[in-house]
């Protein structure tokens, strides 16, 4: 059996993750033998006009299946910009009108070998389209047998 890294500080690392393309929502898989704490996730969401609001859901999955779901703060309307952050804060933001939504994931969520962050957007148009993608994490290297 591999010996587990052990719990000491991490390096700091920003994957930017390039945007999915119209319609489609963001999907990033870890790579094998690394740990994980997630810091932040950044993104800007632009909608086309529709009718439907927004519901911008962050999930974590392994092979097996979806292991968490997040629920965001409030909705994104049509036809507006808005960045999006998710990291572990003590509350969420609700915006009434900004451009940056704040939405909490628990502290010191960790996330190990391959599993999965993705988007889920409920309501999401051909035209919707997420930019400007980054990741940060705290990451461990897990050593070869």
Known sequence: MAEMIPDVQGRIRVI???????????YHTQDARVRWEIKSLFYLLTTEVGVA???VQLYISNIGGYIMAFEPAEVQPAS???YHQWSPNEGQTVLTG???QNNVI???????NQMTIETITVGLQPGDDFTEIALIVEEWIEPLV
């Not at 930017?16 to 963001?26: H, L, R």
């Not at 628990?106 to 190990?112: A, H």
């Open 80 to 82: 507006t910009a808005r």
């Open 16 to 26: 930017n993750i390039p945007g999915p393309g119209g319609g489609i929502d963001i």
């Open 53 to 55: 609001d927004r519901i």
């Open 98 to 100: 900004g451009t940056v």
């Open 106 to 112: 628990p502290v010191g969520l960790r996330l190990n």
